[in-house]
């Protein structure tokens, strides 16, 4: 029942509830907000936090995970619920956690399986259903952002094009559009051709190859 809640869930959201016999958290689909914790057999106590560094300081983790380090080391990130530490692990997207006196129970409520094959499905379905998730997506953000401005960057890819887009068709006015680079670039200039078109205001930020050797 827990996971059929959470899956009706809408946003991002993490949380620990405590009571006396036990403690539920979870993280939503994305995992938006992280949470890390610590759990010991011996002494049924559990440290939970949304910050990785306050649960390693709090009960003074030393010994690493070397598959935790390991898979970071491969691929850029610690995998499942592994951190770079032995005893610390983390929480998954799409999981509820159950901690009581008899142990740690988790739940996968949700599962990103995009490979399954959805069958007697019309080819020109996919285009609508997509427009309509779509502008379902960008309504909710308008909502959210109760009439605040925006500052879209933009340039010639489609991923901008298309938020821009959609905050014009859906008649949000307050939005900022912006390029960034070298005086010319045809990212920028796409970019400023949209944001007119759509009747944006549109700013360029303009930086050197000098400039960018110092952002690192």
């Known amino acids: ?12 959201f993490a949380f620990a509830l ?16 992280p ?29 690493p995970d070397v598959s935790g380090s390991l898979s970071l080391a491969m691929s850029g990130y610690a995998s499942v619920d592994r951190t770079l530490y032995r005893d610390l692990k983390q929480m998954p997207a799409g999981v509820c956690m159950l ?16 490979w399954r094959v959805v069958r007697n499905y019309a080819p020109d379905r996919f285009s609508r259903d997509l427009e309509d998730v779509t502008l379902a997506i960008m309504e909710k953000t ?8 925006v500052m879209l960057p933009i340039s010639a890819g489609l991923d901008s094009r298309l938020i821009a887009s959609a905050f014009r068709h859906l008649g949000y006015d ?10 010319g670039n045809s990212d920028a200039e796409v970019g400023r051709m949209l944001a007119e078109k759509l009747g944006y205001p549109w700013h360029f930020s303009e930086y050197s190859r000098e400039q960018v050797k110092t952002f690192h």
């Open 1 to 12: 029942r827990c996971g059929q809640i959470l899956r009706d869930l809408d946003g991002s």
């Open 18 to 33: 405590e009571s006396p016999d036990a403690v539920l958290a979870s993280v939503d689909w994305l995992r938006s907000i």
């Open 35 to 63: 949470l890390f914790y610590s759990h010991d057999e011996n002494s049924k106590t559990l440290e939970i936090s949304s910050n990785a560094n306050d649960t390693v300081t709090a009960i003074g983790l030393i010994e």
């Open 99 to 114: 901690v009581s006196r008899a142990g740690v129970k988790s739940e996968k409520y949700y599962a990103y399986e995009p």
């Open 142 to 149: 308008i909502a959210g952002l109760e009439g605040r401005p």
């Open 174 to 183: 307050n939005v900022i559009c912006y390029s960034y680079g070298q005086p």
